[in-house]
């Protein structure tokens, strides 16, 4: 039997199945308590004891798992959950009680709001069960103990439980739901571990059952058969040769050179992403710096952000993106209008320019760290869907001295446009995370559309090809920093298409290496002209295979 869902990573993984314990029950309704004093003080000290364990977890977890693990610290001592918490104790209900009520209607908010909000609605529901596993006695539900390694099974998985996964036991995630965003896909991505998520029939998995994860695929063979398991293993073991050989610049089969570079989004990660051989920085997002500023920071403290980044890349190329705030991930210092769909509103470069005090600021405190460092420092804007707009952005960043100006393609309008984007842009860099979902209309942050959230459609790929053109058209850079570039497949088709250099999340640089040399240019652009002729994300995919 075969199951799909959307695979995060592109490695495999065999192994048993281990279930994550359900739920805990629902705590009854009608049960009262006689001294509601003395239930608040109790259920206060479960809120203060899960807070303070979440954030022991994050300081061991470490990376982003620490992030994820505070920002639920603070939900377990959140004042207005705690509040009415107290009144429906206050109110003769039990503690446990209180605690699932309150959080649950906080949950349901959260969903209401969709997108980046709904996705922390797991998170919440997490903080809760594990208070409620403390007022009740029990062991809050976890990831379960094993002497051998097993594949977790879950209906989803809370940041506290992915944080800590013992990686010598647990070889692959799976999750019931969960979309491409949520907390077990980036956290399985920044760990390397393959994981398919959303699969509709998770729930029924059973221990014990043999089960083969395929990644890349986003499919689960429930008991397959051994040469299926035989085969999945010399692919393991092939791809454990590949990512343990020589780490070298990226380069085809033929001798073509295509950069290969690294995602970072602080100048704490530069050091692992040299280590894994990224030959430069190609997004560096700015903004996660500033995720929990109140003001704009200063020229000095930002200044001061970007020297440590530049000084891990001597000589190599570091491209900065001006801050990308607005929808999914915004700034309390610049966006504060509320916005319908934030999405297509005041974000990335459009609210930089209502904003010009903040960008003129970035772009000087960039000029002058680069100015201190040997990096080669590149600078561009995000969101831009007008030639005029990157005309704008292009001349600010050069009269405030920075040598090279360019701008994200996110847009289609821009992607179309690019041959007149180039005429004032040094470079562009194709961001296809916000690229597939302006193509395709759907939300990247939802669950229930992410099936349209592949960059393999055909209609993604004929804007990037638009862009490849325009680039070889002037002799400029077209680099990509989406998600697609580290789908090792895609990232072939896409230099078909025309891209000079990748960039990805550190952990995928290997993979991607690998592959690229398996290819020449022309193999590539074959590959790429057939993808191109389909017409869906699957057909593009088997087409590039059989190329
Ligand atoms: C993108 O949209 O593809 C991109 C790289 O930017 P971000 O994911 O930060 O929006
Ligand atoms: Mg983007």
Redesign the pocket.
């Known amino acids: 039997m075969r199951l799909t869902g959307i695979g995060v990573g592109r490695a495999l993984a065999v192994g048993p199945v281990r279930r994550m314990p359900d739920p805990l029950p629902e705590p009854p309704e009608g049960a009262t308590v006689a001294d509601p004093e003395a239930e608040i003080a109790r259920t206060r000290t479960a809120l203060q004891q899960v807070s303070a364990e979440l954030l022991q977890r994050g300081a061991r977890a470490g990376g982003d798992a620490r992030n994820v693990l505070e920002a639920q610290a603070l939900m377990a001592e959140d004042p207005t959950l705690l509040d009415d918490v107290v009144t429906r104790i206050t109110g003769g209900r039990t503690g446990e009680r209180a605690v699932f009520e309150a959080f649950l209607e906080f949950q349901v908010m959260l969903v209401g709001l969709g997108g980046y909000m709904a996705e922390r609605a797991a998170d919440l529901g997490d903080v809760a069960q594990r208070v409620i596993a403390r007022l009740t006695g029990v062991p809050a539900p976890g990831v379960p103990e094993s002497d051998t390694p097993f594949v977790l099974v879950a209906r989803d998985l809370a940041p506290a439980d992915t944080a800590l996964l013992d990686l010598t036991k647990v070889l692959a995630l799976v999750t019931r739901d969960g979309g491409p965003t949520s907390h077990t896909a980036i956290l399985a991505r920044a760990r390397s571990i393959p994981a398919v998520v959303g699969v509709r029939e998770a729930d029924d998995l059973r221990d014990g059952q043999l089960l083969l994860v395929d990644a890349g695929a986003g499919t689960l063979d429930v008991d397959p058969d051994q040469a299926s398991v035989d085969e999945a293993h010399r692919r393991i073991e092939e791809r454990r040769a590949a990512s343990s050989g020589p780490i070298t610049p990226g380069v085809l089969g033929d001798g073509t050179r295509i950069q290969l570079l690294a995602n970072l989004g602080n100048a704490k990660d530069a050091q692992g992403a040299v280590d894994l051989g990224a030959e430069g920085v190609g ?1 560096f ?1 700015t903004e996660f710096l500033f995720l929990d500023a109140k003001s704009a920071p200063t020229v000095g403290e930002q200044k001061a952000q970007y020297v440590a980044l530049l000084k891990a890349f001597p000589g190599k190329k570091v491209v900065v993106r001006a801050l ?1 705030a607005g929808a999914d991930k915004p700034l309390a210092f610049l966006n504060d209008s509320e916005e319908e769909n934030p999405a297509l509103g005041l974000r990335g470069l459009r609210v930089l320019r209502e904003r010009e005090d903040i960008l003129r600021e970035q772009l000087t405190a960039l000029a002058e760290a680069g100015a201190e460092t040997e990096a080669e420092l590149w600078v561009m804007a995000p969101m831009v869907s007008e030639p005029e707009e990157s005309a704008y952005f292009t001349a600010l960043a050069k009269e405030l001295g920075i040598r090279t100006a360019g701008v994200m393609v ?1 847009v289609p309008s821009s992607a179309l446009l690019a041959a007149h984007i180039l005429e004032s842009a040094d470079f562009v860099s194709i ?5 597939t979902q302006y193509t395709l209309a759907a939300d990247r942050l939802l669950g229930t559309v992410a099936h349209f959230q592949d960059p393999w459609h055909p209609a993604v790929l004929r804007l990037v090809a638009e862009v490849g053109r325009a680039g070889a058209a002037v002799g400029k850079s077209v680099g990509i ?2 998600e697609a570039a580290a789908d090792p497949a895609l990232a072939v088709v896409l230099v078909g298409l025309g891209a000079t250099s990748l960039s990805m999340t550190p952990a995928a640089l290997a993979d991607v290496r690998a592959e690229l040399l398996t290819v020449t240019l022309e193999q590539a652009k074959a590959r790429a002209a057939a993808a191109l002729a389909a017409g869906s994300a699957a057909d593009a995919r088997a087409a590039a295979a059989s190329a």
Not at 431 to 435: E, F, K
Request: hydrophobic residues 20%.
């Open positions: 997004l997002r990308d996110e961001g296809t995370n916000d690229l920093c989406g």
